[in-house]
């Protein structure tokens, strides 16, 4: 599509959205009488105005039925799970028993790592990005320890070549082919939180199988912001957190996939609880762990249903708009964007930003390395009612949410940037 850096034409291009109607689903943060332009859904996503509705549902029924909620009323707490499941499958591309709803994000990728990193012998090792986000990389660093193993001997990185800014794909499968008598384990990001580069999953993860290696990724900022096809392309295990493009809250239940073919094998070690004991016979409370055949089965602690009821206001959203369309506005929108970033450099006396974030492999992030005055462009920012994030040295992070922004709102934020690097010329 050939785009114009005109309000005019922004507005057009909102009015022909079809996802159009969902931005009033959401409460918005104010500035000066106005909604601001939220350009974080990548950190903190939106409350759905339902979102209260649905867990004051569970707290009237609290008060109700107390325990007897678990088995009675509109939604008893037993069930509520397999509310959530089917539209979290048609996020990520599973079938709804390949996945659970459980714990957070950081929680769960040490329970997965239990169960999928098995170092037998020399084949110890973990291929991961360099630079993955710090809750990765510490929990590498200490579920390895855990194991008897020295970091630097099992974990193997894989940065950008020199002077790059992002992981060149043949070199993923290069470090597989390298390494690929002694690799346990891949475990990779599904789109970098720093540049916003999607990463070839499918491809990955068949590399990893065919040297007998086993794959899983973290999907924090993948999750509702991407296609996901996690049971057909095989991968192993997933895990995500809920309160980004998910939009279920600070701290949001977290979600993990893991492939079918893992359910009945009983060998497969794990962390148990009684959560994810077989339910024909959990309430006979006997000895010897018998789990639930199906991803449930790595459930420890009685969830929170507080949680799920948040989960399910923001779920229910997504089931209606569909990740398809979802995926190609939030394309759309953050093509737009880079065609303004180009026309902002072009239009100056010096380029003002360098786009870190690959033009076809992204979601709806877009990540901006400023070239000048970067603290003071993303203060002005600020002020002016736009929600950015600033990493070190000199990043500013956005996302253009599918779900609840506008292109309209893409351009005003170009028209800020424009007006604020003018005054530094
Ligand atoms: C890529 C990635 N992994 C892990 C985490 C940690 O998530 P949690 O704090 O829910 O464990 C985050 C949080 O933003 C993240 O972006």
């Known amino acids: 599509m050939k785009f114009l850096n005109t309000q005019d034409f922004a507005q057009q291009l909102d009015a022909a959205d079809s996802l159009r109607s969902f931005r009033q689903q959401f409460l918005f943060p104010q500035h000066n009488g106005k909604d601001a332009i939220y350009f974080l859904g990548n950190s903190l996503g939106l409350q759905p105005k339902r979102t209260a509705t649905d867990m004051a549902e569970v707290m009237q029924q609290w008060q109700e039925l107390g325990v007897e909620s678990w088995f009675k009323g509109d939604k008893p707490w037993l069930q509520y799970h397999d509310k959530l499941v089917g539209p979290l499958a048609a996020i990520v591309g599973a079938l709804p028993g390949e996945i659970v709803v459980m714990n957070s994000l950081t929680v769960n990728l040490h329970l997965m790592l239990a169960s999928f990193y098995q170092p037998k012998g020399k084949r110890n090792k973990i291929i991961c990005e360099a630079k993955a986000f710090p809750s990765d990389q510490y929990t590498l660093e200490t579920h ?28 993923v499968l290069a470090a ?19 540049t916003g ?23 924090a900022h993948a999750a509702g912001n991407i296609q996901l096809q996690l049971h057909n392309w095989d991968v192993d295990f997933a895990c995500w957190c ?42 006979k409370m006997q000895p010897g762990f018998d789990p639930i055949p199906s991803a449930e089965g790595w459930q420890l602690s ?49 380029p003002i ?9 992204k979601g709806c992030q877009v ?40 292109f309209e709102e893409v351009w005003q934020f170009a028209q800020i940037m424009k007006t604020t690097c003018e005054q530094f010329q």
């Open 367 to 406: 990540s901006m390395l400023m070239l000048r005055n970067g603290r003071e462009v993303f203060d002005a920012l600020t002020d002016a009612g736009v929600f950015a994030d600033w990493r070190e040295p000199n990043v500013i992070r956005i996302a253009a949410v599918p779900m609840y922004n506008t």
């Open 176 to 194: 597989i082919e390298a390494n690929k008598d002694e690799l346990a384990l891949i475990f990779w990001g599904g789109l970098n939180y720093y």
């Open 144 to 171: 390895v320890k855990q194991r008897g193993f020295k970091p630097e001997d099992v974990i193997v990185e894989v940065a950008p070549r020199e002077g790059e800014v992002n992981i060149r794909h043949e070199d």
């Open 242 to 283: 809920s309160y980004k493009y998910l939009n279920s809250g600070p701290g949001a239940i977290g979600g993990v996939y893991i492939h079918e073919r893992f359910h009945n094998d009983k060998e497969l070690p794990r962390f148990a609880g009684w959560w994810g004991y077989n339910k024909a016979t959990r309430f």
């Open 353 to 361: 930003v360098q786009v870190l974030t690959p033009k076809e492999n």
């Open 302 to 350: 009685t969830p929170s249903v507080l949680l799920y009821a948040a989960h399910y206001s923001s779920l229910q959203l997504f089931e209606k708009a569909g990740m398809s369309s979802l995926y190609q506005k939030g394309q759309q929108l953050s093509d737009y964007l880079l065609f303004l970033l180009q026309d902002l450099n072009a239009n100056s006396s010096q």
């Open 197 to 219: 580069q999607v990463f070839n999953m499918k491809t990955i993860t068949a590399a990893a199988h065919a040297v007998g290696a086993m794959v899983g990724f973290d999907l």
